[in-house]
């Protein structure tokens, strides 16, 4: 009988994984938000990339609009995005779907690490557009996911 041995390979303390570029997430978000309004994808598989109150925001507005009508997919054209802060994104995502072009405003801020969108908003939702000022370096506010984890009894400021 042979001995099998498993060979476990270890990444060193010190390296990451890459960063993950904002602006392309805020266009696979886009994508994907659009399919899920044309019944093709569940709003459930977008949920790690969204903060809470996005989340919740995108399922009421997906119980109150009728699905998009099928055609050809949507496709991406440009992307446009600027960080007013270090740890935010803010992108413009241009959409070509069924031969016209549409924009999705995106609002991407890294929480704990991770890229999460706390903003996801075509012009056609009617919701009122995004803020655009920044707040000063160093400035915490209370954010969408302080209330997760104050549900969950942990502090939300580490």
């Known amino acids: ?36 309004h044309a019944g093709r994808r569940s709003l459930t598989q977008l949920r790690p990339l969204l ?14 609009t009728p699905p998009a ?33 549409s924009a999705i405003a995106v609002r991407l801020e890294r929480h704990r690490g991770a890229w999460r969108a706390v903003e996801l908003t075509a012009p056609e939702a009617g919701l009122p557009p995004l803020p655009t000022r920044s707040l000063p370096r160093g400035h915490r506010p209370r954010d969408a996911f302080d209330e997760v984890l104050e549900e969950a009894g942990e502090d939300p400021v580490p």
């Open 1 to 36: 009988m042979r001995a099998t041995t498993t060979e476990t390979r270890h990444r060193p303390a010190d390296r990451r994984p890459p960063d993950p570029d904002p602006a392309r997430l805020a266009a696979v978000l886009a994508r994907a938000w659009l399919e899920v």
């Open 69 to 101: 009508a099928s055609g050809d997919g949507p496709h991406v054209r440009r992307v446009v995005s600027t960080h007013p802060v270090p740890d935010a994104c803010e992108a413009t995502v241009l959409i070509e779907r069924d031969g016209r072009l």
């Open 51 to 64: 903060s809470p109150a996005t989340y919740r925001r995108l399922t009421a507005q997906l119980r109150t």
